[in-house]
Antibody, heavy 113, light 113 residues
Framework: EVQLVESGGGLVQPGGSLRLSCAAS????????MYWVRQAPGKGLVWVSH????????TYADSVKGRFTISRDNAKNTLYLQMNSLRAEDTAVYYC??????WGQGTLVTVSS | DVVMTQSPLSLPVTLGQPASISCRSS???????????LHWFQQRPGQSPRRLIY???NRDSGVPDRFSGSGSGTDFTLKISRVEAEDVGVYYC??????????FGQGTTVEIK
């Protein structure tokens, strides 16, 4: 069974940093593209970032470019999202997704003073 | 960026009756490989998104056959043949042809009358 479990969310002040993790199991992690998608409270789904299977290629939404960094450790079956210079508008539930066919339960990031 | 426009945004339906959601893209979603990367997701209240339909008309594993997808080019439709109580939630279309970014529609809320 495919499982994606996010962690690392929490309350952070504007300008602060957080690192989200997504632990994958039940499939060959190293062969899949992975994604981060976020959902602000009461709003729709917004793609944040993608990484290819070996980590050599990444893309970002304009709203996070230069502030967020996606990475993966295929030996640990884990996806990461390093979030720096956080803003109030980054407040959202962050989901990791495997090729969009399987999603984690999400982790809430709240940016507030 | 490709803009995805869904209609209606709210859809009250009587149990056992059909429902239809439209999704239009700002440009053709036919990729150079001949595939059309238009997918549909369901998000039940308090849950993570779940992919229902991939590449226009292919149901994901475990998705009831009352869900169907159709369309081509820029116009796509998700149909529920007979709405059941468990179908309540928000439905999103998403394009994966012209990336980055991967873009979602605004979401359509299906509720029971």
């Amino acid at each position: 069974e495919v499982q994606l479990v996010e962690s690392g969310g929490g309350l952070v002040q504007p300008g602060g940093s957080l690192r989200l993790s997504c632990a994958a199991s039940g499939f060959t992690f190293s062969t899949y593209w992975m994604y981060w998608v976020r959902q602000a409270p009461g709003k729709g789904l917004v793609w944040v970032s993608h990484i290819n299977s070996d980590g050599s290629s990444t893309t970002y939404a304009d709203s996070v470019k230069g502030r967020f960094t996606i990475s993966r450790d295929n030996a640990k079956n884990t996806l990461y999202l390093q979030m720096n210079s956080l803003r109030a508008e980054d407040t959202a539930v962050y989901y990791c997704a495997r090729s969009f066919d399987n999603w984690g339960q999400g982790t809430l990031v709240t940016v507030s003073s | 960026d490709v803009v995805m426009t869904q209609s209606p945004l709210s859809l009250p339906v009587t149990l056992g009756q059909p429902a239809s959601i439209s999704c239009r893209s700002s440009q053709s979603l036919v990729y150079s490989d001949g595939n059309t990367y238009l997918h549909w997701f369901q998000q039940r209240p308090g849950q993570s998104p779940r992919r229902l339909i991939y590449k226009v008309s292919n149901r994901d594993s475990g998705v009831p056959d009352r869900f169907s997808g159709s369309g081509s080019g820029t116009d796509f439709t998700l149909k529920i043949s007979r709405v059941e109580a468990e179908d309540v939630g928000v439905y999103y279309c998403m394009q994966g042809t012209h990336w980055p970014p991967w873009t979602f529609g605004q979401g359509t809320t299906v509720e029971i009358k």
